[in-house]
């Protein structure tokens, strides 16, 4: 595999980190499944229950969105490297033509 | 429909009858049905109703959808795995790449474990957080049904509808209602502790860094496919 293939495929990965990101509290299915109208301590332990669940897809959303931009940085250094790598490989190309020149 | 679906309608009857009797003061101060009231925080038919509102439904769908994602994320980092491990350049810069690659991916995790500190392992640890408030609901809708369909055959129903006497009204109710508010009270239990059982394992999850720094362009690198 070339090094800007691995940049896009890093990209790619990142990309769906981030897409995953935008749509992980759509799986939210709200409070009343868990009888959170009800009064009482019944209806404050169905709150808690979801708001269990709602806390941690809102933390899954933010740590896939970060990590998805991670993907993104870790591809941007790949392209640094392989830019460095053609750089090299020009200054090689352009020594030996003016070598043989 | 399940067994409370087929006792609800006689089951609120029922035990709106009791929450009459005991709204107007129907039971003597030193009732053991008060404190489960307290407990409880709400009447029998009150409760009932709390029972009857819990829907596993749309949470089978949420935990499904969860387990997906799990594997999509797994899926991601294994396929990039592959094509990391084909050795794209060797020296210093892709030693440091292979350390940040190695973190990254573990973040990613492989989805095998719900006790895994990675976004798989935390989304499959969340899945199974929302299959035991569906196993909780099952519970408590069954648990709940029993009692129902008990209370719905003796004779304190029987004496709820039929006598005129206050004394009588008043035990009939207070007998119903320890019965389904001792069922409330378990059901409360089992449903704080999975509550806090699952607090540590769907906690926040840190990313922590590799020491070295981010792969350097072209640096000590000896060979590379470009």
Do not use: K
């Amino acid at each position: 595999m070339r090094l800007d293939d691995l940049a896009d495929e890093l990209d790619a990965v990142g990309d769906e980190l981030a897409r995953a990101s935008t749509t992980m509290t759509l799986a939210d299915p709200g409070a009343r499944p868990f009888g959170a109208d009800a009064a009482g301590a019944l209806g404050e332990l169905g709150r808690a229950l979801h708001l269990r669940l709602s806390t941690v897809l809102a933390d899954r959303s933010r740590e896939s969105a970060a990590h998805g931009a991670r993907f993104g940085d870790a591809a941007q250094s790949v392209r640094q490297v392989a830019d460095g790598f053609r750089d090299v490989e020009d200054a090689v190309r352009d020594r030996h033509d003016l070598g043989s020149s | 429909m399940d067994v409370l679906e087929r006792v609800t309608g006689a089951g609120l009857d029922l035990l709106d009858r009791v929450d009459r009797v005991l709204a107007s003061g129907g039971a003597p101060a030193t009732d053991p049905v008060w404190p489960l009231l307290r407990v409880v925080g709400a009447l029998p038919g009150e409760a009932l109703r709390f029972a009857v509102s819990l829907d596993a439904e749309p949470l089978h769908a949420t935990s499904m959808e969860l387990r997906a994602r799990s594997r999509e994320f797994a899926g991601h980092r294994a396929a990039l795995d592959v094509h990391v491990a084909t050795g794209t350049w060797e020296g210093a810069g892709a030693d440091a790449f292979g350390a940040w690659w190695r973190a990254l991916a573990d973040y990613v995790g492989d989805g095998t474990s719900v006790d895994q500190a990675s976004l798989a392992g935390r989304l499959l640890a969340m899945a199974s957080y929302v299959d035991a408030v569906v196993e909780w609901i099952d519970y408590t809708r069954g648990d709940v049904a029993m009692t129902v369909a008990d209370a719905l055959r003796s004779h304190e129903a029987v004496a709820l509808r039929t006598s005129t006497m206050d004394d009588d009204l008043s035990r009939a109710a207070s007998t119903i209602g320890v019965r389904v508010l001792a069922t409330f009270s378990d059901s409360l239990r089992n449903g704080r502790d999975l509550h806090d059982e699952w607090s540590q394992r769907l906690s926040g999850l840190p990313f922590h860094p590799p020491s070295e720094s981010p792969p350097p362009p072209a640096s000590g690198a000896t060979r590379a496919h470009l």
